[in-house]
C-alpha cells in the first residue's frame, strides 16, 4: 500500500508541474473578438451615461442652491450675513 500512495503522489507532482508551462488561457481569448467588441462598446456607453447623470445631478444641485438663496427671507439673510456688508 505505501509503494501506491507515493507512486500517486508522484504522478500528482508531475501533472501539476506540467500545467504552469502551458499558457495561460485568458477569458479574452476565449470570447471572440466581436463579442468582445461588443462588451467593450456597453462599457463605454455605461461610463459616458453614468457621467452624463453625474453632471445633471450637479447642475441641479447648483440650480437647488441658488434658488434657495434667492427665496432667503430677509431674516435669514440678516442672519446669516449681518453687519458683514458695506453701507451705502
Request: proline share 1%.
Amino acid at each position: 500500500m505505501g509503494k501506491k500512495r507515493k507512486q500517486q503522489q508522484r504522478v500528482e507532482a508531475n501533472v501539476t508541474a506540467n500545467q504552469p508551462k502551458q499558457e495561460a488561457v485568458t477569458l479574452a481569448d476565449q470570447l471572440g473578438g466581436d463579442v468582445l467588441a461588443k462588451l467593450k462598446a456597453a462599457k463605454q456607453d455605461l461610463t459616458a451615461k453614468e457621467q452624463a447623470a453625474e453632471e445633471e445631478r450637479q447642475a441641479k444641485l447648483a440650480f437647488e442652491r441658488k434658488q434657495r438663496e434667492k427665496n432667503k427671507s430677509f431674516e435669514e439673510l440678516l442672519n446669516e450675513y449681518g453687519d458683514k456688508g458695506t453701507k451705502f
